[in-house]
């Protein structure tokens, strides 16, 4: 069911890579409750996905961009404010990858050039993102940046690596541009913190399927869907969430703030 809460806005989503993103179903939602948006992703990432197929589902421009690259996003906003008629009401920030997990590399001995490119990648970027849009002028007062994060940021998950560290810069970022872009256009600025969710990159890291398990026995809610996470974006996105900025906001199903559930007993004492 739609309520057209983002009706009229406008922005830009990154990431969308195939039906199982999270970025896409972002889209598909975003479109269903009356946004407009420029989508964007990697070069490479944009020929191993299914972008084309979401561009036209949803009616909308795809402009290929490195989100490291401060150039490429310079001709992203810009582009995408010409496109979409206006300035930005929105971004959403879908971007992670670690060479090092990608290639297995155990985490005592990383290639520290692979390293600084997951930073790069996973965590810098936002800051590149946030810092272009600044200085094109590119959001409206009162718009609304989010990111996606997960809770090894604050916790060791083993096969998790060196992503860890990347998502507590990209947290960190997200407070301290969180207050300037605050006090600047009062654009608010936050990440969520989502379950283990079975996409095409979650998917590849070792050992998931057995985490993802144990994450729904951990939650009284259970494992929080990408489709459920779509829906959460959106209403960071809307203007019901206005005084809502500098946040890592958990949407797990109560799993970080669980020690031990039944379910989990159960399946320990078998």
């Known amino acids: 069911m739609s309520y057209n809460v983002l009706k009229g806005k406008r922005g830009i989503i990154f990431g969308a890579l195939d039906e199982n993103s999270i970025a896409w ?7 269903e409750e009356g946004g407009s ?29 490195d989100a490291t ?45 692979w390293f600084l490119k997951t930073l790069d990648i996973s965590g810098l970027s936002f800051h590149k993102v946030m810092q272009v849009a600044e200085k094109n002028d590119s959001m409206n007062e009162w ?28 947290e960190s970022i997200a407070r301290s541009y969180g207050y300037r872009f605050g006090k600047l256009k009062k654009v608010r600025v936050n990440t969520i913190s989502q379950s283990p969710t079975k996409t095409t990159a ?39 969430t206005r005084m809502v900025t500098m946040q890592n906001l958990m949407h797990d199903g109560g799993f970080s703030t669980t020690g031990i559930t039944d379910d989990l007993i159960a399946r320990l004492s078998k």
């Open 25 to 31: 179903k972002t889209a598909l939602k975003v479109k």
């Open 202 to 240: 979650g998917a590849g890291i070792s050992g998931f399927d057995v985490f993802y398990d144990y994450a729904n026995l951990m939650s009284p809610l259970g494992n929080a869907s990408a489709d459920d996470c779509a829906s959460y974006i959106v209403s960071l996105f809307s203007d019901f």
């Open 37 to 65: 948006f420029t989508l964007t992703n990697a070069p490479i990432a944009m020929r191993m996905g299914k972008i084309n197929e979401l561009a036209k589902a949803c009616n909308a421009e795809i402009i290929p961009a």
């Open 143 to 170: 718009g609304s940046i989010v990111a996606l994060t997960y809770i090894a940021a604050q916790r060791t998950y083993p096969d998790y690596s060196d992503m860890a560290q990347a998502k507590a810069v990209l």
């Open 69 to 113: 690259s401060e150039q490429d996003l310079t001709t992203l906003f810009t582009k995408s404010v010409e496109i979409l008629g206006g300035k930005l009401d929105f971004v959403l920030h879908s971007i992670g990858m670690s060479p090092n997990v990608r290639k297995d590399r155990p985490y005592g001995d990383l290639n520290y050039e």
